[in-house]
């Protein structure tokens, strides 16, 4: 797939740019097609990317936690642009593939324990339109992980909606990093 970019590719490239796109090709391999749409409003993408960077400073919840949490909002969501990046990501840190591979099916899927089952359930609760969470999963959770980790879980979901939906009215569409990990973007269960 390829983007269909509905807010136009920015055709700016000043010194900042330039600069995010020399660390994303050398981080990733290649220039996220989220830079080029946020290229239009400098401002914004400093925010984000900001933002960004302190969020990879939160260390309460389990990064295979995390990232199973994130693929699931994602899948909710229907974002392929983050699904592709978040197998990406899984991959090149060394995360479960197996399990990754499994999240937009997880329903069905036996690879997962109790806890990584009720993230994921938790990740489609807040997701939905209006959120589903439940008490009954939150303190499941909270008994489970801690209640700092909750918290992180929650704004990892919430920021992931909002990845996820910006991506998609943006018109992002899945641009190969995942091929990298041989993953196939998978279809969510229909549950």
């Excluded at 036996?110 to 993230?119: G, I, L």
């Excluded at 569409?173 to 269960?189: D, M, N, R, T």
């Amino acid at each position: 797939m390829s983007s269909t970019f509905r807010i136009p590719a920015s055709p700016a490239r000043g010194p900042y740019v330039r600069l995010v796109e020399a660390v994303s090709r050398r981080m990733w391999g290649q220039v996220p097609d989220t830079l080029a749409v946020y290229a239009h409003h400098l401002p914004v993408l400093k925010t984000v990317l900001g933002f960004e960077r302190r969020v990879q400073r939160w260390h309460a919840l389990d990064p295979h936690l995390q990232a199973y949490a994130q693929a699931a909002t994602a899948a909710c969501v229907g974002c392929s642009w983050c699904l592709d990046f978040g197998y990406f990501l899984a991959h090149t840190e060394g995360l479960d593939e197996t399990k990754i591979r499994e999240i937009p099916r997880w329903h069905d899927s036996t690879v997962f324990t109790d806890v990584e089952r009720d993230v994921l359930a938790y990740a489609e609760a807040m997701s939905a339109t209006p959120p589903t969470v439940d008490d009954a999963l939150s303190h499941r959770l909270q008994d489970a992980l801690g209640v700092p980790a909750v918290v992180e879980l929650t704004q990892l979901v919430a920021l992931e909606n909002m990845r996820a939906r910006f991506n998609c009215a943006a018109g992002l569409e899945s641009q190969g990093f995942s091929a990298v990990c041989e993953l196939p973007i998978a279809l969510p269960s229909s549950s």
